[in-house]
């Protein structure tokens, strides 16, 4: 059984759905292109909140994408890949670069707004930006799945949405920067694994390092380590053949 | 055997599901599992289709344990599931190749063979229709022409009728009994539906996780012999049931508020019982033996 046909089955399911479903994109990229131009506009600076916002369309469509899985495992598309003999950690693979692969999509297109934003990053910027919009696409994904996989109604990741990948972002540098930060809300957003994927596209745009962030580099080794570290724990969520699994 | 199941237990936390379940598939026969629901049928699919491990004794398949070869396994069955399997915004072909190719099939491999099954089912004309404008007997026809894709030996059907109508459901055993005569395929079923366990082969009757009895229909049937006669009663039915008893020497069992009488010549019965009793019996009923009565039979309560 090779590994990546699977792999690409997959994503070409989820991107043919998409295709299918391109209504999904108004919303994603819809309402924080709305929450960037109102608060961004408000502050007179539409630079400084563009970051935060493609992060947070990326962070919805990653986060809800997955959401499908918990629908997929009751009954569904999911039931026939655990029966196939496909091994578990491409059909793993697969869900989540499929599900990335349309975050990412969503977030390019938000970027295609930067001129807007007053950024001029060169092509390099623009090709280094999208990199790192892949990764954050990627981690968030990953992140979805493992909550997903724990899951079993679509309200508890509704509240998990709310209460943990919400404040996580109003914390990662995309409303106020670190230096502008007090007390223990700096220790958090240093702790914060979004920090550093914000600091990131912010750094890769304005071609130079955020104040009171590390490198671009170290930032993107940071979301990179990130993801790696959330892919092997849903490779290891997923090969446990339990009950909860195939309720 | 092509599939043998040896002791398997099973438990939802305390919950015994199955309780020691043993039985033997023969190569190409249709194989019925007969039980009302909640009674472990399904556990017992699930075992089989290598998504849950049995707790202990062991299941296998072709001669490969379903729990520590389930890759073996995976190759060798088919699986049509109860639910949907079907991902309703791709197209009839769309589905078939996505499973095509979890079952590592690729070009024109899977293309002639995805040709093949639409054929065969009939969905040669569908191919390109959305899963989502489909009927629910066509859709039942798409997850079978999936599972067969791979050509598997077992086809493993989790009530295959089960919210089908009557057309849809004389269809679909047209398809399994073809099925099994061209293509050699061992079918395992699980069923709540007499008129479907009548069509197999043989059936194992399964209830609260124990096998019942197993057999053919028509040899279970006849072991009960005879006639069933119903009985409706004004007044105490177990009053009744006794002078039953004591006149015509025939023990009636009491099911739902009515008397179930299993006796030789039904007819002579009916007339004489009605006789015995003016103004007593209210309404008879006669059948031959069916499956319902098998089951009623050996467990005392009702399969539906």
Not at chain 1, 87 to 103: D, H, Q
Not at chain 1, 195 to 214: C, H, I, N, T
Request: aromatic share 8%; with cysteine; net charge neutral.
């Amino acid at each position: 059984m090779t590994f990546w046909l699977p792999v690409w089955t997959l994503v070409q399911r989820d991107l043919i759905r998409f295709w299918r479903e391109k209504a999904r994109v108004v919303g994603y990229v819809g309402s924080p292109l709305i929450f960037w131009v109102l608060i961004g506009s408000g502050f007179g600076n539409l630079a400084f909140f563009f970051p935060g916002a493609l992060v947070l369309t990326v962070m919805f469509s990653a986060v809800f994408s997955t959401m499908s899985l918990i629908e997929d495992r009751r009954e569904g598309f999911l039931l026939s890949m655990l029966v196939s003999p496909a091994p578990r950690s491409s059909v793993v693979l697969g869900k989540i670069l499929g599900s990335a692969a349309l975050a990412w999509f969503q977030g390019l297109l938000f970027l295609c707004f930067v001129p807007l934003a007053g950024y001029a990053p060169g092509a390099a910027g623009v090709l280094e930006a999208a990199g790192i919009i892949f990764l954050t696409s990627f981690a968030f994904t990953v992140l979805g799945f493992l909550l997903a996989w724990q899951m079993d109604s679509t309200q508890g990741f509704h509240a998990v949405m709310n209460l943990v990948l919400l404040p996580l972002w109003l914390v990662s540098g995309s409303l106020f920067s670190m230096t502008g930060a007090h007390g223990w809300v700096r220790w958090l957003m240093r702790a914060n694994p979004l920090s550093y994927s914000v600091a990131a596209l912010r750094g890769a745009l304005e071609q130079k390092a955020v104040a009171g962030m590390p490198a671009v580099s170290t930032s993107v080794a940071v979301t990179a380590a990130f993801a790696a570290v959330l892919f092997l724990a849903s490779v290891v969520a997923a090969n446990r053949k339990t009950v909860r699994s195939f309720a | 055997m092509i599939v043998s199941v040896e002791n398997v237990i099973f438990l939802y936390g305390e919950r015994p599901a199955l309780a020691g379940v043993s039985f033997e598939v023969r190569e190409n026969e249709i194989f019925g599992v007969l039980g009302p629901n909640g009674g472990g049928k399904s556990t017992l699919f699930k075992i089989l289709a290598t998504m849950l491990p049995p707790r202990s004794g062991s299941a296998r398949i072709a001669g490969f344990d379903v729990d520590r070869q389930s890759s073996e396994v995976r190759r060798r069955i088919g699986v049509v599931f109860q639910s949907q399997s079907l991902d309703r915004k791709l197209t009839v072909a769309e589905n078939l190749r996505a499973q095509g190719q979890l079952f590592g099939l690729r070009g024109h491999k899977l293309t002639c063979r995805g040709n093949e099954v639409l054929e065969r089912l009939g969905l040669a004309t569908r191919r390109d229709d959305l899963v989502d404008s489909l009927s629910g007997g066509l859709r039942r026809r798409v997850e079978i022409a999936k599972g067969l894709l791979h050509e598997p030996s077992v086809l493993l059907m989790d009530e295959p009728s089960t919210g089908l109508d009557p057309g849809a459901r004389r269809e679909l055993w047209a398809y399994i009994e073809e099925l099994r005569r061209s293509q050699g395929v061992t079918v395992l079923l699980t069923t709540h539906i007499l008129d479907e366990a009548d069509r197999c082969d043989r059936i194992l009757l399964v209830h609260n996780g124990k096998v019942v009895t197993e057999g053919a229909p028509s040899e279970l049937k006849a072991r009960i012999g005879g006639d069933v006669v119903v009985l409706e009663v004004a007044g105490d039915p177990a009053v009744v049931r006794e002078e039953i008893l004591r006149r015509f020497g025939a023990s009636a069992t009491l099911v739902n508020g009515s008397l179930r009488v299993e006796i030789g010549n039904g007819h002579r019965f009916i007339a004489e019982v009605v006789e015995a009793f003016p103004g007593v019996v209210q309404s008879v009923a006669l059948h031959k033996p069916t499956l319902e009565d098998v089951f009623l039979d050996e467990t005392g309560v009702r399969l539906e």
